[in-house]
């Protein structure tokens, strides 16, 4: 009642009140446990942080929920709040997490009866569910919908076997609806009414008991939170101990620590104490070692490659198919190592296939590529960031070394790193600041509305959101931009952000 504490312990997961801490890399941990525990449970996933931590874990939670619940345990009721936000119609991303999460979610509601699965969605735009989901329901209880295309979405669905006379009544009061007033439909039993709810009392889910069904009562087994916290810090600690941004920092700083390390043997050490010494440090930390020596040699390599290329941009045409004078290399660079030296291998010339020079316009879109890895971009997009107008008249050339590049591959129209190649995007912590800023003052703003929304907008709310009139031309402007730029992407009519930036 609000005021008296209650008589069940209902473990709370995650967000502010929560008896236990949530990360996103805790979803298959937490999938486990609940497909064990007796208690009921709620998941607060509002802390996470982004969409796609969100998603990141529910997938592994729902998989590990699926698969470690067994047959002939007990049913159990999952209530998936926002179930738009897990099983969406509109999909961009259609073989990233966000396409493996609905395929979960369509095996939970499709399949999860086997496994004793009760789902139940709640969503406040059943227009943006998936219909594949929003199908295999078998009762509905709607509240007031005030969308044309939200109604529409449940009328496809009811008027398969409702009186379609009655539904069209229906239909038109659900704009109008009071509070606690909703349509009930149960096909199973006939059910196709507008009802009023009573007043809530106590926040009980439980059932009345079918005629002459005998109520089930588990003995609960407490949940050992200390136990699971331990499980928890070991997979943040093992998560945190993988990190890239990390590792890189760890490299970074060795690198720093052998470039301030005396090459001299100090005063009073004999050369054999100081052979000894060696020996020893390369026994106490080999693995760092050899890591730390390799990411140096990766690095010097990658800078006499640069240098070698860059030399022979600027060499006479009757050289891009030939050989190189040997004068043109770069000097071998050999780096000290804690354990051995390490014989450095022959720099392998790397030129382009077409003959001719490579302008250094064009050597700035293969480095825009590059510097887009993992994510692939289209010429118009690697151009439009490099600065290159499409009206310039040297773009199809452009496009042309683009193309001839070994540097590079194309698939499916995107053009990314080919093998050895490859520079791994420098993370950033808030990506959609770092574009903004480079953005005029109106274009950072729409980038930042249609961020916040996730794929929810079309062009009229990005311009109400932006505060842009949605019958100006730098409206069209900023969007086509964007687009251009391959920050955002359109389908069917809504604005999402592009693959890599969220």
């Known amino acids: ?55 990141r874990f529910m997938l592994a939670f ?18 998936f709040d926002e179930a738009d936000m897990w099983a969406p119609q509109r999909l ?19 399949r999860g009866r086997i496994k004793g699965f009760i ?59 009071q509070r606690g007033t909703g349509v009930v439909w149960v096909p199973g039993r006939g059910i196709l009414e507008t009802v009023s709810f009573p007043e809530k009392k106590t926040f009980d889910s439980s059932r009345t008991p079918k005629r002459g069904e005998k109520r089930k009562h588990a003995e609960l087994k407490p949940l050992d939170l200390d136990r699971l916290k331990e ?35 100090p005063s009073g050490i004999g050369e054999r104490e100081h052979q000894a010494a060696i020996v020893q440090a390369g026994k106490d ?72 020079t490579m302008p250094p316009i064009v050597r700035k879109i293969i480095d825009v590529i590059h510097g887009a890895y993992p994510v692939g971009l289209t010429f118009p997009a690697a151009a439009s960031r ?14 042309r070394y683009i193309r001839d590049s070994v540097e590079l591959k194309e698939e499916n129209g995107r053009f990314r790193s080919t093998d050895g190649f490859a520079r791994p995007v420098q993370h950033l912590d808030n990506p959609i600041e770092t574009w903004a800023a480079r953005l005029p003052p109106s274009y950072a703003s729409m980038l930042r509305v249609i961020a916040e929304a996730g794929g929810q907008l079309d062009r009229s709310g990005v311009a109400e959101r932006a505060r842009v009139s949605p019958t100006s031309s730098g409206l069209n402007t900023g969007l086509a931009e964007l687009k251009s730029l391959a920050l955002v992407v359109e389908k069917d009519g809504y604005f999402d952000l592009a693959e890599g930036l969220k």
């Open 1 to 55: 009642d609000g005021k008296t504490p209650s008589p069940y312990n209902v473990v709370i997961f995650g967000g502010p009140h929560g008896d236990l801490a949530l990360n996103e890399h805790a979803g298959a941990i937490i999938g486990e446990t609940v497909a064990k525990m007796a208690e009921s449970c709620i998941l607060d996933l509002s802390q996470l942080g982004t969409k796609a931590a969100e998603r």
């Open 62 to 79: 729902l998989t590990a929920l699926y698969k470690t619940k067994e047959r002939d345990a007990d049913p159990l009721h999952t209530v």
């Open 92 to 110: 961009l991303d259609k073989v990233g997490e966000a396409a493996k999460l609905l395929g979960m979610m369509e095996t939970v509601v499709r």
């Open 119 to 177: 789902p139940w969605l709640i969503t406040q735009r059943p227009a943006v569910l998936s219909k594949d989901v929003l199908s295999q329901i078998d009762g509905l209880v709607a509240f007031k919908l005030t969308s044309s295309q939200d109604r529409d979405a449940i009328g496809d669905w009811v008027e398969g076997q409702a009186d379609k006379a009655q539904w069209r009544e229906i239909w038109a009061s659900l704009p109008t609806m």
């Open 231 to 265: 499980k928890l810090a070991s997979v943040q600690a093992e998560t945190k101990a993988n990190d890239p941004a990390a590792l890189r920092r760890e490299i970074a700083d060795l690198k720093r620590q052998i470039a301030t390390t005396p090459k001299s043997v």
């Open 285 to 356: 930390g080999e693995q760092r070692g050899i890591a730390a020596t390799k990411a140096a040699l990766v690095d010097a390599l990658s800078a006499s490659i640069t240098q070698v290329v860059a030399t022979l941009e600027g060499l006479p045409a009757k050289f891009s198919g030939g050989t190189v004078p040997q004068k043109f290399f770069p000097p071998t660079t050999v780096l000290p190592s804690p354990i051995q030296r390490r014989a450095v291998q022959p720099v392998q010339i790397v030129t382009e296939k077409s003959n001719g």
């Open 386 to 399: 490099a600065g290159v107008s499409r009206r310039s008249s040297a773009y199809d050339k452009y496009e």
